[in-house]
T-cell receptor, first 116, second 110 residues
Framework: DTEVTQTPKHLVMGMTNKKSLKCEQH?????MYWYKQKAKKPPELMFV???????INESVPSRFSPECPNSSLLNLHLHALQPEDSALYLC???????????????FGDGTRLSIL | DAKTTQPPSMDCAEGRAANLPCNHS???????VYWYRQIHSQGPQYIIH???NNETNEMASLIITEDRKSSTLILPHATLRDTAVYYC???????????FGQGTTLQVKP
């Protein structure tokens, strides 16, 4: 069991659909992250939120739109995705995005997304 | 950002110690070494991290060489459930980003 909860676990959508992925943590963490993981590849960072503000965007296409409505929730809004966007989307959180880097990130089990 | 190098795969007999090496020769004095693992179909799981001293927790031990250019993760009594991809990561001091390499696929065999 993880302390970072992601919903849904699986999602199949067409290229014209709009959907959202949700991530929730109740550890009081103030930094939250989205990663994308293609099959048999390591996770790649997409976005970082620190204190509910977007801190890092790794040049992700605009069809992916993150949102952090409060310190416990992180959403990833999806629109007009392409088949190559099919992947496992992982959410993580840490105490903060501090400079000391003495704080591990805790990951959810991801949403497996398939684009038809 | 410090780059890490790990062997792509290793085998270990069940009940024996698994020793997973990592090279991070460009690590700077204030950078931590982190280990995560990813079991199939799950998210990465934090294992342990360290700066200079050896560390131990309920999951594993981390041995860091004196010059800090390499480290070894030790699973003292490997079980079949320890079969996973193990990632050695040195997070960026500037951004805190985790950059995952290819990791080591550990196969624990009965």
């Amino acid at each position: 069991d993880t302390e970072v909860t992601q919903t849904p676990k699986h999602l199949v959508m067409g290229m014209t659909n709009k959907k959202s992925l949700k991530c929730e943590q109740h550890m009081g963490h103030r930094a939250m992250y989205w990663y994308k993981q293609k099959a048999k590849k390591p996770p790649e960072l997409m976005f970082v939120y620190s204190y509910e503000k977007l801190s890092i965007n790794e040049s992700v296409p605009s069809r992916f739109s993150p949102e952090c409505p409060n310190s416990s929730l992180l959403n990833l809004h999806l629109h007009a995705l392409q088949p190559e966007d099919s992947a496992l989307y992982l959410c993580a959180s840490s105490q903060d995005q501090g400079w000391q880097i003495n704080q591990p990130q805790h990951f959810g089990d991801g949403t497996r997304l398939s684009i038809l | 950002d410090a780059k890490t190098t790990q062997p792509p795969s290793m085998d270990c007999a069940e009940g024996r110690a698994a020793n997973l090496p990592c090279n991070h020769s460009t690590i700077s004095g204030n950078e931590y070494v982190y280990w995560y693992r990813q079991i199939h179909s799950q998210g990465p799981q934090y294992i342990i991290h360290g700066l200079k001293n050896n560390e131990t927790n309920e999951m594993a031990s981390l041995i860091i060489t004196e010059d800090r250019k390499s480290s070894t993760l030790i699973l003292p009594h490997a079980t079949l459930r320890d079969t996973a991809v193990y990632y050695c990561i040195v997070p960026s001091l500037i951004t805190g980003k985790l950059i995952f390499g290819q990791g080591t696929t550990l196969q624990v065999k009965p």
